[in-house]
């Protein structure tokens, strides 16, 4: 559900934008919906790049710290 609601937030972010660049230019923000339909797509599968960036670091962060974790045990075993 977490990927669903990254997406649809970034999705909304890219509507938000576009709207926000019609409104500089004063233009009719109801113009062009294929234009909003691109912007959420594009702003959308950015959202699930950074889902699936943020799964792989949590992934790799939990390896470095069993690592790590295992370092310090061997070294205070060898100390002891």
């Known amino acids: 559900m977490a ?3 990254t997406i649809a937030g970034f999705s909304l972010f890219g509507l938000a934008a576009r709207f926000g660049q019609l409104a500089i230019k004063k233009r009719n923000l109801m113009e062009n919906l294929g234009g909003h339909a691109l912007s959420m797509g ?3 599968y950015a959202g699930y790049l950074a889902y699936q960036w943020d799964e792989r670091a949590a992934v790799m962060l939990a390896q470095k710290r069993a690592e790590i974790t295992e370092r310090r ?3 205070l075993a060898l100390a002891a």
Do not use: A
């Open 73 to 75: 045990e061997r070294k």
């Open 42 to 44: 594009v702003f959308g």
């Open 3 to 5: 990927v669903l609601g």
